[in-house]
């Protein structure tokens, strides 16, 4: 993979996609946490993908990286 892509989506559809590019057991997929208002940064690895998510803070009207 060689550029960025935005994808805005509904919850369903974005833990599908993390399940795929993370390697998430189908069985666990419908479980997933997804909420709302996070951001979700999926950087491809040898094997795998990274998986960085970033929150909305409302009072400093910016993301913030979720450890």
Known sequence: ME???LI???NVIMRTLLAYFTGID???M???NIPL???YCL???PYGAELIKYRYNSM???FERVE
Do not use: F, G, N
Request: hydrophobic share 25%; glycine share 0%; charged share 20%.
């Open 3 to 5: 550029t960025s892509v």
């Open 8 to 10: 805005v989506t509904h």
């Open 26 to 28: 189908l069985q666990e």
């Open 30 to 32: 419908p479980s997933l």
């Open 37 to 39: 208002h996070t951001l």
């Open 43 to 45: 950087k491809p690895k």
């Open 60 to 62: 400093t009207d910016s």
